[in-house]
T-cell receptor, first 115, second 114 residues
């Protein structure tokens, strides 16, 4: 079955440390892949997307993600985390439902940043 | 408008009341999605519109949930006879193209059913 999985519910890092948030998908072909961020009380904001081409994509706020077909993964990275990066992060994949592609979200990873 | 606008931002309802949640998408956006987000969870798909046509409503949890987008712009999500398990944030998102592309989300409507 098609799905998107974020294995880590919480990740805690120190400010200035590097970050990697995991996302795995189950899909028959190469999907479109997205990462969104949600700050408390807010809607989701797009960080970056992968459609095709270069497997390393750059996003806003210094984030990047790498598509690895062999691992069915699209992990989000940042070399140096800032306290303002504390938020909820969601990976999303459009999955086919009733003839339409529906953006389907992982359960999210909560990033906690220690000073 | 510049973004997706949702109202009300907060709604408290007594169990059994009907509620209506409004979404005003970005002008010209063809696709509109509703999601339900429980505390500590990811957004769960409810329903999808392409213009005024409701193409997928497979995520609506029961027949108490109803959504419409009669003129292909503003959408309303209605929940009849609310139950405590309906307490959640309801997110609306729109996209310029049909199908699943980049979504722009509203801030959500937080529903609390007492």
């Amino acid at each position: 079955a098609q799905s998107v999985t974020q294995p880590d519910i919480h990740i805690t890092v120190s400010e200035g440390a590097s970050l990697e948030l995991r996302c795995n998908y189950s899909y028959g072909a190469t999907p479109y892949l997205f990462w969104y961020v949600q700050s408390p009380g807010q809607g989701l904001q797009l960080l970056l997307k992968y459609f095709s081409g270069d497997t390393l994509v750059q996003g806003i706020k210094g984030f990047e993600a790498e598509f690895k077909r062999s691992q069915s993964s699209f992990n989000l990275r940042k070399p140096s985390v800032h306290w303002s990066d504390a938020a909820e992060y969601f990976c999303a994949v459009p999955l086919l439902s009733g003839g339409s592609y529906i953006p389907t979200f992982g359960r999210g990873t909560s990033l906690i940043v220690h000073p | 408008g510049a973004g997706v606008s949702q109202s009300p931002r907060y709604k408290v309802a007594k169990r059994g009341q009907d509620v209506a949640l409004r979404c005003d998408p970005i002008s010209g956006h063809v696709s509109l999605f509703w999601y339900q987000q429980a505390l500590g969870q990811g957004p769960e798909f409810l329903t999808y519109f392409q213009n005024e046509a409701q193409l997928d409503k497979s995520g609506l949890p029961s027949d108490r949930f109803f959504a419409e987008r009669p003129e292909g712009s503003v959408s309303t999500l209605k929940i009849q006879r609310t139950q405590q398990e309906d307490s959640a944030v309801y997110l609306c998102a729109s996209s310029f193209r049909p199908g699943a592309n980049v979504l722009t989300f509203g801030a959500g409507s937080r529903l609390t059913v007492l």
